[in-house]
C-alpha cells in the first residue's frame, strides 16, 4: 500500500509517518524543504518537496496513493489572518480537489475539537454538535479550522470523496513540554492555571492518537466520518495536575477566572476565547470507540513519564 502524509514533518505528520514505515507501508511525504524531511526520507519515505500553497507539489504528492492523510495545518506560529487562511482553508481545499482528481480511495483529514463553540452548562460535545457560531471572535487558527472542516465537510458531500475527519484535543508527548492547560503559564516547577480544577482536560498522548488515525482509514465505506478522539472524555484538570506532580514534582495553583476573562481584550484575546476556555467542556468519544474499536493503549500516568522522559 501506498500512502500520503501531508505535513509530515509536523508533530503530528512525523509521528504518523514513522509508524507508518515502521508497518511496512509504502510513505509519501508533502513537506517543505528541511532537515526533518531529510530525515523521513533517510527513513525510506519519498519526500516531495513543497507545501499547500504549491499545486503541483499537491498533485505529484497525491498521485497513485490509496489512502491521503491530510495533517498539514499552520497551527501556533505567528501570522496574519490571510496567511492561516490560505494555508489551512485553501490548501485543505487544494489537497481535497487534487485527492479527487487522482481517484484516491481515503482521505484523512486532521482537524480539530477547536471547531466547537461555547456549550451550555452539561452539554455533551459530539459530531453532531454545530461548529461555533461565531468564529470571527476566535483567534486565527480556530477560526480558519471551523472553516476549513466545514469546506471538507461540504466537499465530501457534493463530490462523494471519501473522507474521514479527525477532532483531536491538546496533543502531546515526546518532543513537547506536557500542557497545563488552555489558560495556565508556568513559573520554575509551579503551574498557575486558571479555572475549576473540576473541569475537564481534553487530551491526547500521541502514541494513543496515531492508533486511531489509520484505524479510520481503514473504514473505506465511501462514507463521510467524523470523529471527536480524546483519550479520557472525565479527565480533570486536577486529576491531571496530580498525576503530573507525582511525575515531574511540579506543583500548581489553580486561580479564579474571571480576571483574565475581564482583561481578555488587554492581552490580545476575545472574551468569547477566554469564556469558552474556562468552560467544563464534556467531549463524547463514543463513536470513535464503537465504530473502530478504539481505545487508549498507554495510560496518563505511563503517557506523562514519557513526555517528561524525553522532552525536558
Known amino acids: 500500500m501506498r500512502v500520503c502524509v501531508t505535513g509530515g514533518t509536523g508533530f503530528i505528520g512525523r509521528t504518523l509517518v514513522r509508524r507508518l514505515l515502521a508497518e511496512g507501508t509504502q510513505v509519501r511525504v508533502l513537506a517543505r524543504p528541511s532537515h526533518r524531511a531529510d530525515e523521513l526520507e533517510a527513513r525510506g519515505a519519498e519526500v516531495v518537496r513543497g507545501d499547500l500553497n504549491d499545486p503541483d507539489a499537491i498533485e505529484r504528492a497525491v498521485q497513485e496513493t490509496e489512502v491521503v492523510y491530510h495533517a498539514a495545518a499552520k497551527i501556533d506560529s ?11 482553508v485553501r490548501g485543505t481545499e487544494q489537497v481535497l480537489q487534487a485527492c ?3 481517484g484516491v480511495g481515503r482521505v484523512v483529514y486532521i482537524s480539530s475539537i477547536a471547531v466547537y463553540g461555547l456549550v451550555r452548562e452539561g ?3 459530539s459530531e453532531d454538535t454545530p461548529y461555533d457560531d461565531a468564529p470571527e471572535k476566535r483567534d ?4 480558519s479550522k471551523i472553516a476549513a472542516d466545514e469546506l471538507a465537510v461540504s466537499f465530501a458531500k457534493k463530490t462523494g470523496l471519501s ?6 484535543g491538546i496533543v502531546y508527548g515526546p518532543g513537547r513540554p506536557l500542557p497545563a492547560g488552555l489558560l495556565a503559564f508556568r513559573l520554575g516547577k509551579t503551574d498557575f492555571v486558571f479555572g475549576n480544577r473540576e473541569n475537564r482536560i481534553p487530551l491526547n498522548y500521541m502514541e494513543n492518537l496515531i492508533d486511531a488515525i489509520p484505524l479510520v482509514a481503514d ?9 471527536i478522539v480524546v483519550d479520557d472524555e472525565n479527565l480533570t484538570l486536577g486529576q491531571y495536575h496530580a498525576a503530573k506532580t507525582d511525575a515531574g514534582g511540579t506543583r500548581t495553583l489553580f486561580l479564579p477566572g474571571w480576571p483574565v476573562l475581564v482583561g481578555a481584550p488587554l492581552g490580545g484575546m476575545s472574551r468569547r476565547q477566554v469564556a469558552r476556555a474556562l468552560q467544563d467542556r464534556w467531549y463524547d468519544t463514543r463513536r470513535i470507540r464503537e465504530e473502530t474499536g478504539w481505545a ?3 495510560p496518563l500516568r505511563e503517557a506523562i513519564q514519557r513526555t517528561l522522559t524525553t522532552s525536558g
Open 78 to 88: 505567528p501570522g496574519t489572518r490571510t496567511e492561516f487562511f490560505e494555508t489551512n
Open 100 to 102: 479527487l482528481r487522482a
Open 123 to 125: 452539554e455533551r460535545i
Open 140 to 143: 486565527f487558527y480556530a477560526e
Open 163 to 168: 473522507l474521514a475527519i479527525v477532532r483531536p
Open 219 to 227: 473504514l473505506k465505506d465511501g462514507k463521510l466520518r467524523q470523529y
Open 296 to 298: 487508549p493503549k498507554v
